[in-house]
């Protein structure tokens, strides 16, 4: 069994020799190298406080930042267009321009909202603001109306082409000249927009499926006797946001996608069930029914078409004449109504190949609840648009002659 000697736990001699030759080498070092030695020690030590300086600074800008934000300064710069979802909130219209440079941070934004009431009114679409704004001033922006771009509101029983007064003007505006109007703006100082001819040359030559036509419409659409008439009736009335950035394929895309979501709502296609009609034929009845009388007598009208399609009587209705003529006229000359073409109901029976305008919901849905009459005519007899409805024609013919002697009609 060893002692401690043995295990070496106390070899003073050993320990000694080391020590001493540990000493005895620094102070035989070079004087420089022992220079070099302090100076890395020296430079460590100081990359280490730097560290935690730095560390420590941004402990305490953290702390300084909570509650507070970053803002840019003044009304910024350029051209940004920024989109304004539908539904969106603040936070998400503020986080919208923050990614794009509107802004340096979501909170200046909403917290200049904080003190308007007026934020809480922004409403769905584009608009035009500038880079590195503050957010008070992207707040003050967006509130005005001039910072809105690419609104297009199409009215029911709109067309998609200008109808033209007798002196050769223009007496309506059509959808397609209403789109291109609406897709202008200014961007960075240049003016921009997606010409009528763009968007005609669209609606005459891209393809159906790629526009988004509703699959219930395509066969309808794509026999239209005229590529001009394909999409008519299929833009539902309402507002439409454009951004001015698209081309004449998008623009008319996105339409066309809003336009289906708001058939959809409508009913379409399931409303026509009950009709007796395909979806499609449907929608041109909707047409005639919104171009013939206003909208207390959409489900009279709609019986009375209904009931002379049943009979196989031609509807011999004047805005199916002046449709095709492109003229805003309500009555038509005879000699114009003996023109035979697609669209002349005076002439040929049943439905015109396309609808003749676009209808919006009221008349859809009158079109869905035709009365229980056996009424086959009716005609304009009150100043007010109100129709009159008769089962004989010597009875509509009497009312015809009343309405034109108080200049109704």
């Keep these: ?131 590195e704004m503050s957010g008070e001033a992207a707040l003050n922006r967006i509130l005005d109306e001039e910072a809105r771009l690419g609104q297009a509101d199409v009215q029911g029983g709109m067309l998609l082409h200008d109808t033209m007064a007798g002196d050769g003007s223009v007496q309506s505006k059509g959808i397609i000249t209403i789109l291109a109007e609406a897709s202008c703006a200014e961007l960075d100082g240049v003016e921009q927009c997606v010409s009528v001819d763009e968007l005609w040359d669209v609606a005459e030559n891209a393809d159906l499926a790629e526009l988004g036509v509703p699959s219930w419409a395509f066969d309808g659409a794509e026999a239209a006797p005229e590529p001009r008439r394909r999409l008519e009736g299929l833009i539902a009335p309402g507002l439409y946001h454009l951004n001015p950035s698209w081309s004449a394929e998008e623009l008319m895309a996105n339409v066309l996608s809003t336009s289906a979501t708001r058939l959809q709502a409508a009913g379409m296609p399931g409303i026509s069930d009950d009709s007796g009609f395909t979806p499609y034929e449907f929608l041109i009845v909707a047409s005639l029914v919104e171009k013939e009388g206003i909208q207390s007598d959409f489900p009279s009208i709609a019986t009375v078409l209904f009931n002379r399609l049943r009979v196989d009587e031609r509807l011999q209705l004047d805005s199916t004449v002046n449709y095709f003529a492109g003229t805003g006229s309500i009555r038509t000359e005879g000699n114009v109504r003996a023109i035979d073409n697609p669209y002349n109901t005076y002439v040929r029976y049943g439905l015109p190949p396309t609808p003749v305008s676009s209808p919006h919901t009221p008349a859809l849905q009158g079109t869905a609840s035709p009365t229980d009459e056996e009424w086959m005519y009716f005609v304009k007899c009150e100043t007010d648009g109100t129709s009159c409805f008769n089962l004989t024609y010597e009875e509509h013919q009497a009312d015809v002659a009343d309405a034109q002697a108080r200049d109704v009609w």
Excluded at 32 to 37: G, L, Q, V
């Design 1 to 131: 069994m060893s002692d401690d000697h043995d295990l070496g736990l106390f070899d003073e001699e050993s320990g000694g020799k080391r020590s001493k030759s540990s000493r005895k080498e620094e102070t035989t070092q070079d004087p420089a190298a022992r220079r070099r030695k302090r100076m890395i020690v020296l430079i460590g030590g100081a990359v280490m406080l730097m560290v935690v300086a730095a560390g420590a600074v941004y402990g305490i800008r953290q702390i300084m930042s909570i509650g507070g934000y970053e803002d840019f300064e003044g009304e910024g710069s350029g051209s940004v267009v920024i989109e304004v979802a539908d539904g969106a909130s603040l936070g998400q219209i503020a986080q919208s321009m923050s990614d794009e440079g509107v802004i340096a941070s979501a909170r200046a934004f909403t917290t200049a909202a904080e003190s308007n009431p007026a934020a809480t009114g922004i409403q769905p679409g584009f608009y035009l603001l500038r880079s």
